[in-house]
């Protein structure tokens, strides 16, 4: 049976995080730069207290753009992988409590958002995508170790066992 080498899993892995990465940091971008679309949109969702409206849509953009960074930099990246898990499980719950209940929204994940006419909704497009992200972060969560990360620099990978026994020796 075929097993790929440590090197090949360490720069898939890195693919796979830096695509996280570009993920977080891109939709952090937009909804930073729009503030009162992103309110638009977290507001179409109909579930959260008007209350809790602003707080969220001022710290959604700016925990996307945190997690983006941290990624990029391969910092704490399997923690970074479990909350974008979280925050994409609730996502994919968002856009479907508002497909089941017909509801007629943009999801606004990246950027526009709120009230679209009927038939211009994409939900399963949306679910789907958001499904694909939540594989590459649980590609991460299983194996955080990549290339050029912050993580190696911090923490270097132990030796084997058997190199280790040999060195005692």
């Not at 507001?43 to 707080?55: F, G, R, T």
């Not at 017909?102 to 211009?120: E, K, N, R, S």
């Not at 992200?133 to 299983?142: D, E, K, P, Q, Y």
């Amino acid at each position: 049976m075929f097993r790929p080498s440590q090197a090949v899993l360490d720069t898939v892995g890195t693919f796979v995080r830096l695509g996280l990465a570009a993920v977080w940091l891109t939709s952090g971008a937009i909804k930073l730069a729009d503030p009162g679309q992103t309110y638009l949109a977290v507001k179409a969702y109909e579930v959260l207290p008007d209350a809790l409206l602003h707080p969220v849509a001022t710290a959604l953009p700016l925990l996307e753009l945190a997690l983006g960074v941290l990624a990029l930099a391969g910092l704490l990246t399997r923690s970074v992988a479990v909350v974008s898990a979280i925050l994409l499980v609730l996502f994919i719950v968002g856009v479907s409590q508002s497909w089941a209940r017909g509801l007629t929204i943009d999801c606004g994940c990246f950027g526009g958002g709120g009230q679209v006419a009927a038939g211009q909704t994409q939900y399963p497009q949306e679910i789907a995508r958001d499904l694909g992200f939540l594989v590459l972060a649980g590609w991460l969560i299983r194996r955080p170790r990549t290339r050029l990360a912050v993580d190696g620099w911090l923490r270097p990978r132990e030796t084997e066992p058997a190199v280790r026994e040999t060195e005692r020796a």
